[in-house]
């Protein structure tokens, strides 16, 4: 029964071979082997990391390992930390005086904050949701210092990824205590340029799909526009900015909620907007709750529930693009109810800007 119980322990660390090929090409675009993973997304099927040649800059062309840990860099951890750094370097070019701090599970976020200190970033973001924290993959826009180490290892939280700009040498060796950890470094400050061709790739069976990288134009008050009799108060506003951010890095159907420096619920990869809105709030309730908070809707509402679901839970604005055959039925509800409606379009554009994603 020992045996067994050892041999169950460690199956999921046992590598596959894999034979993939030095270099790929896709169009114009070559691709080296950077990192040989110990399998894909599920165990006994090889995988492997490729760099595209000519990437530079904040990307995971030019991460860092530092320590591998027991288990080594998984083709998820790599999809995370990508969506991660995505995001991480989006809030900063926007909050450009804050620190950010992202956590992400799945290839999606599940604690996001902004602020001065860092540890209480890390602290903020991780509170956002403690349960679906268990296992992130943690990035930051700033050095993990030897006092942040020390909070992020502490007794009672697991996190795979540490993957940052810079460690400091104590950091390091606060770190390198737990085995498991994998801690990657960065290649280049958050601010930097990341140069890569910006193009996005997703296989399918017989063939490639090919599309422009998304990139919001929602980064300050001149791009979007009340459309509710109650206004927004610039506290609202600023949380409505912050929060359609996150949803743009959230599976859709995305709703996030939450305030102008954190999130506070997610919702996402739902087949239907109300799932997802009751999904955030109700994981809000593991953390900071969803009083007083912005929601945000990745795309258009189509019903007037999401509007009447927020008024329940004490939710003052929405930030949501038009496009319903029922938006007017959507914003009188709102009307009734007190909220603050916000679409995502300057008063001189016709079309709203969404912001799905299917990664």
Same mark, same amino acid.
């Not at 790929?24 to 080296?32: A, Q, S, Y």
């Not at 989006?90 to 540890?119: Q, R």
């Not at 529930?305 to 039925?329: C, R, T, Y």
């Given at each position: 029964?020992?045996?067994?119980?050892?041999?169950?322990?460690?199956?999921?660390?046992?590598?596959?071979?894999?034979?993939?090929?030095?270099?790929?090409?896709?169009?114009?675009?070559?691709?080296?082997?950077?990192?040989?993973?110990?399998?894909?997304?599920?165990?006994?099927?090889?995988?492997?990391?490729?760099?595209?040649?000519?990437?530079?800059?904040?990307?995971?062309?030019?991460?860092?390992?530092?320590?591998?840990?027991?288990?080594?860099?998984?083709?998820?951890?790599?999809?995370?930390?990508?969506?991660?750094?995505?995001?991480?370097?989006?809030?900063?070019?926007?909050?450009?005086?804050?620190?950010?701090?992202?956590?992400?599970?799945?290839?999606?976020?599940?604690?996001?904050?902004?602020?001065?200190?860092?540890?209480?970033?890390?602290?903020?973001?991780?509170?956002?949701?403690?349960?679906?924290?268990?296992?992130?993959?943690?990035?930051?826009?700033?050095?993990?210092?030897?006092?942040?180490?020390?909070?992020?290892?502490?007794?009672?939280?697991?996190?795979?990824?540490?993957?940052?700009?810079?460690?400091?040498?104590?950091?390091?060796?606060?770190?390198?205590?737990?085995?498991?950890?994998?801690?990657?470094?960065?290649?280049?400050?958050?601010?930097?340029?990341?140069?890569?061709?910006?193009?996005?790739?997703?296989?399918?069976?017989?063939?490639?799909?090919?599309?422009?990288?998304?990139?919001?134009?929602?980064?300050?008050?001149?791009?979007?526009?009340?459309?509710?009799?109650?206004?927004?108060?610039?506290?609202?506003?600023?949380?409505?900015?912050?929060?359609?951010?996150?949803?743009?890095?959230?599976?859709?159907?995305?709703?996030?909620?939450?305030?102008?420096?954190?999130?506070?619920?997610?919702?996402?990869?739902?087949?239907?907007?109300?799932? %997802? &809105? *009751?999904?955030? +709030? @109700?994981?809000?309730?593991?953390?900071? !709750?969803?009083? /007083?908070?912005?929601?945000?809707?990745?795309?258009?509402?189509?019903?007037?529930?999401?509007?009447?679901? %927020? &008024? *329940?839970?004490? +939710? @003052?604005?929405?930030?949501?693009?038009? !496009?319903?055959? /029922?938006?007017?039925?959507?914003?009188?509800?709102?009307?009734?109810?007190?909220?603050?409606?916000?679409?995502?379009?300057?008063?001189?554009?016709?079309?709203?800007?969404?912001?799905?994603?299917?990664?």
């Amino acid at each position: 029964m020992e045996k067994l119980d050892k041999e169950t322990r460690q199956q999921y660390r046992r590598k596959v071979t894999e034979e993939f090929p030095p270099r790929i090409k896709i169009g114009n675009i070559n691709f080296i082997k950077k990192i040989p993973m110990r399998y894909g997304e599920n165990p006994g099927y090889p995988a492997a990391f490729y760099q595209e040649q000519n990437a530079s800059g904040p990307n995971m062309s030019t991460l860092e390992v530092i320590q591998q840990g027991s288990k080594g860099l998984s083709y998820i951890n790599v999809a995370d930390m990508d969506l991660g750094q995505r995001l991480v370097k989006k809030l900063s070019s926007i909050y450009k005086e804050k620190k950010v701090c992202v956590l992400i599970k799945h290839e999606m976020p599940s604690g996001v904050a902004l602020g001065e200190n860092p540890e209480q970033v890390f602290l903020k973001a991780w509170k956002c949701d403690p349960l679906s924290n268990f296992g992130s993959v943690d990035v930051f826009s700033y050095t993990v210092t030897e006092e942040l180490a020390k909070v992020i290892i502490e007794k009672g939280r697991v996190v795979e990824v540490v993957y940052a700009p810079d460690f400091t040498p104590k950091a390091l060796e606060v770190l390198s205590t737990r085995k498991l950890l994998r801690i990657v470094k960065m290649g280049a400050s958050i601010h930097e340029e990341s140069v890569d061709n910006n193009i996005e790739f997703k296989r399918v069976a017989g063939g490639l799909l090919i599309q422009k990288r998304f990139d919001s134009r929602i980064t300050n008050p001149d791009k979007i526009h009340g459309v509710s009799q109650r206004k927004a108060s610039p506290e609202e506003i600023e949380a409505a900015i912050f929060n359609w951010n996150v949803a743009c890095f959230t599976r859709s159907n995305a709703v996030v909620i939450g305030k102008k420096d954190k999130v506070h619920g997610i919702g996402s990869g739902q087949r239907s907007r109300i799932d %997802a &809105a *009751e999904d955030a +709030i @109700k994981f809000s309730k593991r953390g900071y !709750g969803p009083e /007083n908070c912005v929601l945000a809707s990745d795309a258009f509402i189509p019903f007037p529930d999401v509007v009447e679901l %927020a &008024a *329940e839970n004490k +939710i @003052k604005a929405i930030i949501f693009p038009l !496009g319903s055959i /029922n938006d007017h039925i959507i914003i009188e509800k709102a009307d009734e109810l007190g909220i603050s409606m916000i679409a995502t379009k300057s008063p001189d554009q016709v079309d709203s800007e969404r912001c799905f994603l299917h990664r």
